[in-house]
């Protein structure tokens, strides 16, 4: 996006403000012993104030539903959920250790590792699940095989079940210089991977392509970075300045410059936020599986 200044504060108010009077989730107090998935968790959490989009709210309270949560690493979805929703069965399914490190005694949760890189049919009968889940993993996968697994977890949902996919672009709105720089060198980089750094334009195509989804339905929620407009906004770019720190091993190199210079550039995107007034745009896409 282009580097101007331009005062998005309305159009984020639009997005944000409608649902203060009536929170659901409290803004999220900073625990410093979260690491970066379990504050992207809450982030989330509280910009969207729910957990999902799908329409399922009431169903997923029935005794033995069944739920699949893929791919949010350490983040607190499942465990959330399975507290909220005691009646409904959950499996976790990621190929982080982190969640075997993270597992609880929630007798509705089990956490299963599986490894994404590999290809291989899920783990689990056709028609098995309620509702799918899936968290920030289509902007970690090669497309074609984001698509493999899609129509895998479509196989896995039963008739009249949904899938649900959320995701952000590694693009945002009113960057400044160093946002450009480093957001193109990161689109670079993970298009160097064969993995599509602005996927979410493509989640309902590929929902759609399945031929097995009706009712596909994407939603989009604007945030801002830094303190310029809502509060939440500083948690958010707390969570991207985390993800530029861990991302440092790889891309100082990739970019050709050293760790000092990338540390200096993540400062300089630190202070740019406020100034070009940068925001964020996240998406959910869903769709009911054909009965």
């Given at each position: 996006?282009?580097?101007?200044?331009?005062?998005?504060?309305?159009?984020?108010?639009?997005?944000?403000?409608?649902?203060?009077?009536?929170?659901?989730?409290?803004?999220?107090?900073?625990?410093?012993?979260?690491?970066?998935?379990?504050?992207?968790?809450?982030?989330?959490?509280?910009?969207?104030?729910?957990?999902?989009?799908?329409?399922?709210?009431?169903?997923?309270?029935?005794?033995?539903?069944?739920?699949?949560?893929?791919?949010?690493?350490?983040?607190?979805?499942?465990?959330?959920?399975?507290?909220?929703?005691?009646?409904?069965?959950?499996?976790?399914?990621?190929?982080?250790?982190?969640?075997?490190?993270?597992?609880?005694?929630?007798?509705?949760?089990?956490?299963?590792?599986?490894?994404?890189?590999?290809?291989?049919?899920?783990?689990?009968?056709?028609?098995?699940?309620?509702?799918?889940?899936?968290?920030?993993?289509?902007s970690e996968l090669p497309e074609k095989q984001f698509q493999t697994l899609v129509n895998e977890l479509v196989r896995t949902l039963k008739p009249g079940g949904y899938l649900e996919i959320?995701?952000?672009?590694?693009?945002?709105?009113?960057?400044?210089?160093?946002?450009?720089?480093?957001?193109?060198?990161?689109?670079?980089?993970?298009?160097?991977?064969?993995?599509?750094?602005?996927?979410?334009?493509?989640?309902?195509?590929?929902?759609?392509?399945?031929?097995?989804?009706?009712?596909?339905?994407?939603?989009?929620?604007?945030?801002?970075?830094?303190?310029?407009?809502?509060?939440?906004?500083?948690?958010?770019?707390?969570?991207?300045?985390?993800?530029?720190?861990?991302?440092?091993?790889?891309?100082?190199?990739?970019?050709?410059?050293s760790d000092f210079e990338y540390r200096n550039l993540i400062q300089e995107f630190k202070h740019e936020v406020d100034i070009f007034q940068t925001y964020w745009i996240s998406t959910r896409?869903?769709?009911?599986?054909?009965?």
């Amino acid at each position: 996006m282009g580097c101007f200044v331009s005062k998005k504060k309305g159009l984020i108010d639009d997005t944000l403000e409608n649902s203060r009077a009536n929170e659901k989730f409290p803004f999220p107090r900073r625990n410093n012993t979260w690491d970066r998935l379990t504050l992207q968790h809450y982030l989330f959490r509280y910009i969207w104030q729910s957990n999902f989009s799908s329409p399922v709210q009431e169903s997923i309270k029935n005794e033995n539903v069944k739920i699949l949560d893929v791919g949010s690493g350490s983040g607190p979805w499942a465990l959330e959920m399975a507290g909220e929703f005691p009646n409904a069965l959950f499996t976790k399914l990621d190929s982080s250790k982190t969640s075997q490190q993270n597992s609880t005694t929630l007798p509705n949760l089990i956490i299963k590792d599986y490894d994404f890189s590999k290809l291989e049919p899920l783990p689990f009968k056709d028609s098995t699940f309620d509702f799918i889940h899936v968290g920030f993993l289509a902007s970690e996968l090669p497309e074609k095989q984001f698509q493999t697994l899609v129509n895998e977890l479509v196989r896995t949902l039963k008739p009249g079940g949904y899938l649900e996919i959320m995701d952000v672009d590694f693009q945002g709105g009113n960057e400044g210089p160093s946002a450009q720089r480093l957001m193109s060198s990161l689109r670079s980089y993970y298009l160097s991977r064969d993995i599509n750094p602005l996927i979410t334009p493509k989640l309902e195509p590929i929902m759609k392509s399945t031929k097995c989804l009706d009712n596909v339905t994407g939603q989009k929620t604007l945030h801002p970075l830094g303190d310029w407009d809502e509060k939440i906004g500083e948690l958010a770019l707390l969570n991207w300045l985390q993800m530029l720190n861990d991302l440092k091993p790889v891309m100082a190199p990739f970019m050709g410059i050293s760790d000092f210079e990338y540390r200096n550039l993540i400062q300089e995107f630190k202070h740019e936020v406020d100034i070009f007034q940068t925001y964020w745009i996240s998406t959910r896409v869903y769709g009911r599986k054909i009965q």
